[in-house]
T-cell receptor, first 119, second 108 residues
């Protein structure tokens, strides 16, 4: 079946502009995650959705970053007033159940990412 | 100090060699552990989960030592196609915490 898809694959923008990054999770997966990966680093957690609600947004770096998942499927990560330091690969992942009540972390399947470059 | 630490490498090994990667984690509340593989400019893909009892998948063996907060990955009979970055990952609740990755280059 289809995996996680993300659009666009590449986005180049100018400092101060607004961008939206889209994620289509695997069909039927209730949990959706956003991560950010800078060059030479591992992915860093940004936000986790369980269904339509943001269950954990502790990784969002500041209030310029916002994400939504209005129907519990597709999610959009929104970045306002972009800065050069926002340049990174933004990865989306989904999992069937998400946090499973203390039993550990569900397997997460990653999309190909959106490479964001802020000039 | 990073929550998950691993040697970035690169580890350059000849084809057929055995190579071991280690990582340490600092969050004792982490419940699940994984090794992910990431090829250049691609997304991370789950290689295997890691259990205290140790687990093996073909040429790959992973081990977790909760007392020492230490995770290992052993690759036997390495292939050229094993060249990639290996990410050590701790999971607590809903999020994964990744190390910076260890780069492996398998050479002829």
């Amino acid at each position: 079946g289809a995996g996680v898809s993300q659009t666009p694959s590449n986005k180049v923008t100018e400092k101060g502009k607004y961008v939206e990054l889209r994620c289509d999770p695997i069909s039927g997966h209730t949990a959706l995650y956003w991560y950010r990966q800078s060059l030479g680093q591992g992915p860093e957690f940004l936000i986790y959705f369980q269904g339509t609600g943001a269950a954990d947004d502790s990784g969002l770096p500041n209030d310029r970053f916002f994400a939504v998942r209005p129907e519990g499927s597709v999610s959009t990560l929104k970045i306002q007033r972009t800065e050069r330091g926002d340049s990174a690969v933004y990865l989306c992942a989904s999992s069937p159940r998400g946090a499973s009540g203390g039993l550990g972390t569900d397997t997460q399947y990653f999309g190909p990412g959106t490479r964001l470059t802020v000039l | 100090r990073k929550e998950v630490e691993q040697d970035p490498g690169p580890f350059n090994v000849p084809e057929g060699a055995t190579v071991a990667f280690n990582c340490t984690y600092s969050n004792s509340a982490s419940q699940s552990f994984f090794w992910y593989r990431q090829d250049c400019r691609k997304e991370p893909k789950l290689l295997m989960s890691v259990y205290s009892s140790g687990n093996e998948d073909g040429r790959f063996t992973a081990q977790l030592n909760r007392a020492s907060q230490y995770i290992s990955l052993l690759i036997r009979d390495s292939k050229l196609s094993d060249s990639a970055t290996y990410l050590c990952v701790g999971g607590g609740g809903n999020k994964l915490t990744f190390g910076t990755g260890t780069q492996l280059k398998v050479e002829l």
